[in-house]
């Protein structure tokens, strides 16, 4: 069984706290994304997982026995890198079994059996006797896939594996790599810095920043309910609004806007002052301009549109407040491939009360999170 | 005044055994004053040869280039009045910010010192790095590495800026505030602009127009959306567009489309565009399939839900029609607050007027997608 457990696991490294205190449950056959900025500790404990680095302090579990102290070879894990680490003078066969090298138990037939299994698995059994540089670099990745994967481990630990395709093969191999870990079952934790990997692989992601847990949560819920400003920043494309405030009475006042609180936000804000209140861009409306400012909402503003960003399928617009043409915008709003508008216009710009998140401007932890409309808009078909 | 021009422009290498291999071939393409055009496509599909021709490290083998009145072929790099910026920023190491941008404008003009200092300080300002000015390359950060590498660019006040991948070396952030933040210095400073890159994110969002090159051959030059929603041919469709455009091959049948497990009739409206092909490719938008609702019978299919890709404001849902090949799978994109898992049921449909259809031999557009009219659409679809 490959389950995993870390507790108060800390490294350092001299003065420098690498890891602080990370506690964390991996569920046996889980996909869990670890997904931070360079720097933030991710690879450091994907790296203590592996063996290649000891904890300072805590502990390390997998199927419930200590491993602080195993070398990596006994760790029953594979490791995918970045840059492959195939061997160039070695053929696609020679490098995919050179994984089972250290394995007992098999005769050399059943190594020769074992790799070609795992290569038809991998969609590259036709390519077994050539040498990696007359590979492309997405089946380059399949053969260092198909090496961590002929060994059969308890757990798969990936670092990157992705960062070095390009934007396409990266998308076609997302899929393909979690229709993989589905079929295999294999526990997995996967390190990367790109949130779109995050959000899109994993069953949950452990976001971290400077050493430590920011939280761990299924994808719709960082997204949906961060627990802080910088999850709800790192976790997201285009980024979530942040506006600065501080609150009068139940309204909370921008450096250029005002805007109402409901009663619901206004019992979790308590006697705080200063807040962060951020919208996702796709939750902003965008609409023709409003004749004047007596048409406008509570939760209306006139905008300029100052850039335009299309993207075919939905478009970025850059606003920016009228009274203020800085080279800052303000914000960014994500609207329907067919919704354009173009540079220069005024539009009316609607933010949904059901929509914000409010932030401690101090601590930056979430003091509210948008609601949900749990209503499924999937029709279910008899099965 | 920089308008330019190329006529029939082609690359013929030789290769070791003395064979001929195009690069290029037959290359038209006429850029405005003031345009921001983003030469795009698959890695050796000409583009870069093309930048490097008009930047006069490659020869012309045929055709003729030319910058207003004066044609390019034979003048050398230093004397076409074209600035290059590259990937890999080409900074020296150890001059400082200060000295990498005066370097070229030392080299090779007349300026006076105070003139090459004022130039400097001006263009950091408008890069907002000026506070960087005595620090070498090596204390920066890849995005400010980046500036600098524009800086040197924009200092020499030359009629065209030739870029190739500026942005690839950089994390995907980062990418996307440079994006906008080149898109804005280039208009202000309305210097004619060549841009390369694979990327067709960076080629949607930045370009006034688009140029899609493929195997050395110009396939479209047109506004990124007009490559969206009017692509020329099955290569710009399925290159233009994240996810992918949807593609499904079969045949015409009477009035009927025939794929693998869908048949799709056809209006007589739809019918007359396509002439006398019969192998046909049908190509729908992952955002135009509508997911879970039952819309007019005829059009809508039963399918089941392969793997679902949550990115926060939309998900990425793989399906298959239960009447097809398990290999046949296709993209919808969803809203983010819906909820689907694999193995879910539902019913997908594709609207008549968001469909396009390719003549199945020589991939022409038969019949693209109908679009709404309104100013900004028009503004932005039309050449």
Do not use: W
């Not at chain 2, 296709?330 to 049921?345: C, K, L, P, Y």
Request: charged letters at 25%; one cysteine or more; glycine letters at 8%.
């Amino acid at each position: 069984m490959g389950q995993i457990q870390l507790t108060d696991l800390t490294k350092r490294f001299g003065d420098t706290v690498a890891v602080d205190d990370l506690s964390l449950d991996i569920d046996d056959e889980e996909f869990l994304v670890l997904v931070g900025p360079s720097g933030c500790g991710k690879s450091t404990t994907l790296r203590m997982l592996a063996g290649l680095e000891t904890p300072t302090s805590g502990d390390i579990y997998i199927g419930g026995d200590h491993m602080n102290y195993r070398v990596p070879q006994n760790r029953d894990i594979a490791m995918v890198f970045q840059d492959y680490a195939l061997y160039p003078h070695m053929t696609v066969r020679q490098n995919i079994r050179f994984g089972l090298e250290e394995e007992e138990g098999y005769t050399s037939a059943e190594r020769d059996e074992r790799v070609v299994e795992v290569a038809e698995t991998l969609g590259i059994a036709d390519l077994l006797d050539r040498k990696p540089d007359e590979l492309s670099g997405g089946q380059q990745q399949r053969v260092a896939l198909g090496r961590a994967i002929v060994r059969d481990p308890e757990v798969f630990l990936m670092d990157e594996p992705l960062s070095n395709l390009d934007a396409k093969l990266r998308a076609e191999m997302r899929t393909e790599l979690q229709n993989l870990q589905d079929q295999l079952a294999v526990t997995t934790v996967y390190v990367t810095h790109n949130q779109t990997e995050a959000m899109t692989m994993a069953d949950r992601i452990a976001v971290m920043d400077d050493g430590e847990l920011q939280q761990v949560a299924s994808p719709f819920e960082c997204y949906h309910e961060p627990n802080n400003l910088f999850v709800a920043e790192f976790i997201g494309e285009p980024m979530i609004n942040l506006v600065r405030g501080t609150r009068s009475e139940s309204t909370f006042v921008g450096e250029h806007f005002s805007y109402p609180l409901d009663e619901d936000v206004m019992e979790s804000v308590d006697d705080r002052d200063d807040f962060v209140l951020g919208v996702r861009p796709e939750d902003i409306e965008v609409a023709d301009a409003a004749p004047d400012d007596a048409a406008l909402d509570d939760h209306d503003l006139q905008m300029d549109v100052t850039v335009v960003e299309p993207h075919g399928d939905q478009n970025v617009l850059h606003l920016s407040h009228p009274d203020q043409p800085s080279a800052d915008d303000a914000l960014q709003a994500v609207t329907e491939g067919m919704h354009l508008v173009t540079r220069g216009d005024r539009v009316t710009v609607t933010i949904p009360p059901d929509k914000i998140h409010l932030f401690d401007a101090e601590t930056g932890t979430a003091v509210h999170n948008r609601r949900h409309d749990q209503e499924a808009d999937f029709t279910q078909l008899e099965q | 005044m920089a308008r330019l021009t190329l006529d029939d422009v082609t690359k013929v290498y030789t290769d070791e055994g003395g064979g001929d291999i195009v690069a290029v071939e037959e290359i038209s393409l006429d850029i405005d004053d003031g345009e921001f055009l983003v030469l795009v496509g698959p890695s050796g599909c000409g583009k870069s040869t093309t930048l490097r021709m008009m930047a006069g490290l490659e020869t012309v083998t045929e055709g003729e280039l030319r910058l207003e009145d004066r044609v390019l072929n034979g003048v050398s790099a230093q004397d076409r009045d074209i600035a290059m910026v590259f990937q890999s920023y080409a900074l020296y190491p150890h001059k400082s910010v200060r000295g990498n941008m005066s370097f070229g404008l030392e080299e090779s003009t007349g300026l006076p010192d105070d003139e090459i200092r004022q130039r400097v300080e001006e263009t950091t300002d408008m890069l907002g790095i000026s506070d960087l000015l005595d620090r070498k390359p090596g204390q920066l950060s890849g995005g400010q590495q980046q500036r600098v590498a524009l800086g040197r660019a924009i200092v020499r006040d030359p009629e065209v800026f030739l870029m190739d991948e500026p942005l690839s070396n950089l994390d995907a952030k980062l990418r996307a505030e440079m994006r906008t933040e080149l898109q804005r210095l280039q208009g202000e400073l309305g210097v004619t602009t060549v841009y390369v890159t694979h990327d067709q994110t960076e080629a949607m969002t930045m370009g006034d127009r688009v140029a899609v090159l493929d195997d050395g051959e110009l396939q479209q030059v047109g506004t990124p959306l007009d490559c969206y929603h009017r692509p020329n041919n099955l290569f710009v469709a399925g290159f233009i567009g994240e996810p992918s455009m949807n593609l499904f091959d079969g045949s015409l049948s009477g009035d009927t489309f025939r794929g693998d497990g869908f048949d799709y009739p056809l209006s007589g409206a739809t019918r007359d565009q396509l002439g006398g092909a019969s192998g046909l490719t049908l190509g729908i938008r992952p955002e135009d399939v509508t997911v879970g609702e039952r819309r007019s019978g005829q059009r809508t299919f039963d399918a089941e839900v392969v793997v679902v890709e949550p990115q926060g404001n939309e998900n990425a849902v793989h399906l298959r029609f239960v009447d097809g090949d398990e290999g046949t799978q296709f993209t919808a994109t969803t809203t983010g607050q819906s909820r689907v898992e694999a193995g879910d049921r539902t019913t997908v449909s594709f609207p008549e007027d968001a469909i396009h259809l390719f003549d199945g031999e020589t991939g022409d557009a038969l019949k693209n997608r109908e679009l709404p009219s309104n100013r900004a659409i028009d503004a932005f679809v039309s050449n």
